[in-house]
């Protein structure tokens, strides 16, 4: 099994123990500055075991929901280790989002083939997202609520892969922006400006925080295609 990270210094061979098995994981740091870490591991390789206190929270689940939430958990717990020198369990908040530890970033994301996750210190960025998806195409019905009449103009002579991204795009904003929204973003409150030559987003993200107050948010990320799945990032570097 092949790990990724973008800062190798600090993946220490004690928290990141080789692996052998029959897929390669995509290498995905590039999509991110330096200082974040990641792992991708492919879905013949999740974990089925937990931390009591993980397992706890997560309650009854069918096999499919174990697997991918341990997996993310596994490797979230890695990098953390990585960075800090030591992980306890990773649990969930009120939104079943991870409660990642103080000083600490990071995000989580599955499809059927791979779990993908970025953690970093709190340091040069604010807050990060990671998304990852297949490359097919959106449901027609899906595409009305997640993009907007400027977006859906915009790639209205692309591929059909290309609206599927910019889902996945706004997945992985939604992740980086929770942290200091604490509420529900609707998709079309995102607007997603593309560079497809560079493989690169710029988005504003017009809401309001859990306390009622007005947030125009900038998000810049990049994003990676391996196989049939396009691997998005999303960043919020401070003001």
Known sequence: MKYAANSADVMRSEFLPARQGLHSAPDVSGLFP??????VEHSDHWPTELA???RAQLGDVCGKRLAEFAAGREQARRLIAAITGTAEPL???DYRQPLWPKGIIGSISHSDVYCAVAVAAR????D?????ETMDALNPEVEDIVLTKKELAAT????????KLIFSIKEANYKCCYHMVKAYIDFKQCEVELNLSGRTHQSVIQCKNKAGEALNINVQGRWKIV???VFTSAII???
């Open 34 to 39: 330096d200082g974040v870490l990641t792992l």
């Open 52 to 54: 009591p206190a993980e």
């Open 91 to 93: 649990l969930v908040g």
């Open 123 to 126: 340091t040069s960025i604010s």
């Open 128 to 132: 990060l997202g990671i998304d990852v």
């Open 156 to 163: 209205a002579s692309c591929d059909d892969w290309v609206r």
């Open 227 to 229: 196989d049939d799945h």
């Open 237 to 239: 570097h401070p003001q």
